[in-house]
């Protein structure tokens, strides 16, 4: 896998998913994705849905700890406060200490450098809130996200995947 591949298809992710409406019966239907796909697939993780303003889903799979919500925490308020994928933030910041630079005056108490959230873009306005999914390979943890924004657009998956490694 490509660093420089997983960032342009992350960008492409972001141009294309977008939403015309958004609101808490399309934030349940995201959570409700993920929960089934964990359901289905055994997979423990925490799904948040969120506008900027308030959670509008949870959940916690069997397999998850406290630290999770942590970890969704920071990783919601790096994308709030970035306005991108925090996966792709991660890669483009490709920091082994997986801290921010002292410069960017990002504390790691409250932002990390992890995939998982991705940003709910309304058409024609920009990023409201986002879909986080904590406890599995960052990676995985920013693909289920994104494959379940993709459902509930009714877009082709393949087409928003990353590539398989």
Known sequence: MATADDIAKIIEQERG???TEFNENVAFSIGA???ERALREKLGLVVDVRTWDRQMF???MPGTTADNPNW?????????RLLKSSYRVALEQNREDRLFAPNRALDGADFVLAGGAFP?????FGPIGCVTISGLHERDDHQVGVDAVVEELG???AAFALAKI
């Open 17 to 19: 998913l977008e939403f």
């Open 33 to 35: 994705r993920v929960r």
């Open 58 to 60: 949870y959940a916690a």
């Open 72 to 80: 969704v925490r920071r990783k919601i308020n790096t994308v709030q």
């Open 120 to 124: 709910i873009r309304m058409k024609g």
């Open 155 to 157: 877009l082709d998956k």
